[in-house]
Nanobody
């Protein structure tokens, strides 16, 4: 499966962005999905995950209450709605996919994902 992340940009603190991850090659309905981010000089970190069955979701502590992950399997899309953005949210955001036979699987570990998008830059100004 090929992943294409988009929707990043420059936004002021307190603003919102919606990232999108488009999949091609395979239907996303068979994949657990996740978003990660990497800030300059830092390691890539987990942001959010969503199971094949979209009602199961997991978030990093910094994302809880501000970010929302969702998916539309019919459109082969995964989204990350980011609200109340802070300068610390500045990073390159990546979407990731991992096939799973368990529709309830949530994956928060970077090493467990096989497929990655190219990343989209999010810059939050103060």
């Amino acid at each position: 499966v090929q992943l294409q992340a988009s929707g990043g940009g420059l936004v002021q603190a307190g603003g919102s962005l919606r990232l999108s991850c488009a999949a091609s090659g395979r239907t996303l309905s068979s994949y657990a999905m996740g978003w990660f981010r990497q800030a300059p000089g830092k390691e890539r970190e987990f942001v959010a995950a969503i199971a094949q069955i979209g009602i199961k979701r997991d978030y990093a502590e910094f994302a809880k209450g501000r970010f929302t992950i969702s998916r539309d399997n019919a459109k082969n899309m995964v989204y990350l709605q980011m609200d109340s953005l802070k300068p610390d949210d500045t990073a390159v955001y990546y979407c990731a996919a991992q096939s799973s036979s368990d529709i309830f699987t949530l994956i928060a570990r970077e090493s467990e994902y096989t497929y990655w998008g190219q990343g989209t830059q999010v810059t939050v100004s103060s």
